[in-house]
């Protein structure tokens, strides 16, 4: 078996598992054989689907993955669609975007779709419509009893609020159903800056994002030495600021929005926002369908950015500091700040941004990277968001803050009351109230 085909590895290598059993789950009957295994060896449950976002390694437990089950089903005149626990959003996007229906994917189409929804999700819709765990209506997943349990707001409420949020903790989610939007195409792409014009770029974007409408999903990489697949040749190798788009109004009104960055100078090396289907919506970020790499990811949720903002920004990921690491700044707020119609325990609402460096595990990289997150603490929520978290954010104290205080406490009496021993525990956990370890 090739390494890229071992189901005990993800597509992010920063953890290589070492599991007891592996369970190559075809259906919803394998994940219930998965946690009674677990539960008679008295083994911790883990689970991979893509494994773009690894926590702990899986030695000595059950693993359980997920990417044989890759099924969608779409129901236009409802518009949900009903989505297995290996599906990736562009499985997603095959099925909803023909119906003129969209998803609330994340900016990569490779991504697993279950957990990003149970880490809250972030995308290219979110300014506008919330989270994408604001829109699960339906979930099933398998307790840590072993029992096989169909979860809405109606049937289970407490669990119903925990999952969308709370990840893995609470169980094995089979397939969720989600709501879809009436989005068929979108104003969007990438403009692309010199890395000279980083500092313009970012001082005009601190200004910029304060009048766009929710309407308007924005990002801003600092990429080094970057490889862009489909780029001309002349951008390869090149450090790039690359400003992201997608505008899911009157492409008109985008183009009017967007017309104050295209008249930065120096003007920008590439432009490649327009109007397209959104069945392409993940060539905005453009992120390639990655090979495997090892990646340490954290992150640090803003409550605004200012002009001093930008300038400790720009300082502490100067190329001429040592050492290179992408970073990427999102604009948060709009409907991610509005409280859900069926609740849920997703943090980071009272986020303006958040900035997320991937680094590479050289020492002088990582110290560099956590420099800049504790550079940034002034503008800092104390918050993080658990779907750009890495494998040094497993204690408490870091899981702890992606939830508010008292959110957290009462994801423990639940823990406590669904998983009383722990058993998903390969993951950000949440430990149950009483076990203090």
């Not at 770029?201 to 929710?214: F, G, K, S």
């Amino acid at each position: 078996m090739s390494a890229d085909m071992d189901p005990r590895l993800g597509l992010n290598r920063a953890v290589e598992s070492h599991p007891a059993h592996v369970v190559e789950a075809a259906g919803d009957q394998d994940m219930v054989a998965a946690v009674r295994l677990a539960a008679d060896e008295r083994r911790a449950v883990g689970v991979l689907a893509t494994g773009h976002g690894p926590s702990l390694a899986a030695d000595g437990a059950v693993l359980v993955n997920t990417r044989r089950m890759d099924g969608v089903r779409v129901d236009a005149e409802r518009a949900t669609a009903w989505i297995e626990a290996g599906a990736r959003w562009r499985d997603v996007l095959a099925h909803t975007t023909p119906h003129g229906l969209a998803p609330l994917n994340g900016a990569s189409p490779d991504v697993g779709v279950i957990g990003y929804l149970t880490g809250g999700g972030a995308g290219l819709l979110g300014r506008r419509y919330g989270f994408a765990a604001d829109h699960v209506r339906r979930l099933r997943l398998v307790t840590a009893d072993g029992r096989f349990r169909e979860v809405t707001a109606d049937t289970d409420p407490d669990l119903f609020w925990a999952v969308r949020g709370g990840k893995d903790n609470f169980g094995l989610v089979v397939s969720a159903e989600v709501d879809l939007f009436p989005v068929a195409r979108l104003y969007g792409g990438g403009l692309y800056f010199s890395a000279e014009a980083t500092a313009e770029v970012l001082h005009a974007y601190a200004e910029w994002v304060r009048q766009l409408p929710e309407t308007m999903a924005t990002s801003v990489l600092l990429a080094r030495d970057t490889d862009l697949p489909d780029a001309p040749e002349s951008l390869r190798g090149r450090s790039v600021t690359h400003l992201r788009i997608a505008y899911s109004g009157d492409p008109a009104d985008g183009e009017r929005l967007v017309r104050p960055m295209r008249a930065l100078r120096p003007a920008a090396l590439l432009d490649t926002v327009r109007d397209m289907p959104y069945a392409d919506s993940g060539t905005i970020h453009h992120d390639p369908v990655s090979a495997p790499y090892v990646a340490y990811d954290r992150n640090v949720l803003l409550g605004e950015l200012t002009a001093d903002t930008v300038d400790t920004l720009l300082a502490l990921t100067a190329p001429d500091t040592g050492g290179a690491f992408p970073t990427e700044l999102r604009h948060f707020g709009g409907a991610y700040a509005r409280p859900p119609q069926v609740p849920n325990c997703v943090g980071g609402r009272d986020a303006a941004f958040s900035l997320f460096p991937r680094a590479t595990p050289e020492p002088g990289i990582l110290r560099r990277r956590d420099d800049l997150l504790a550079g940034l603490r002034p503008w800092s929520t104390g918050g993080i968001s658990l779907n750009f978290a890495g494998v040094e954010d497993t204690a408490p104290d870091r899981v702890r803050a992606a939830y508010t205080p008292a959110d957290f406490d009462r994801l423990r009496t639940l823990k406590a009351q669904h998983d009383p021993d722990n058993m998903f525990r390969i993951n950000f956990n949440i430990p149950p109230k009483g076990d203090d370890r």
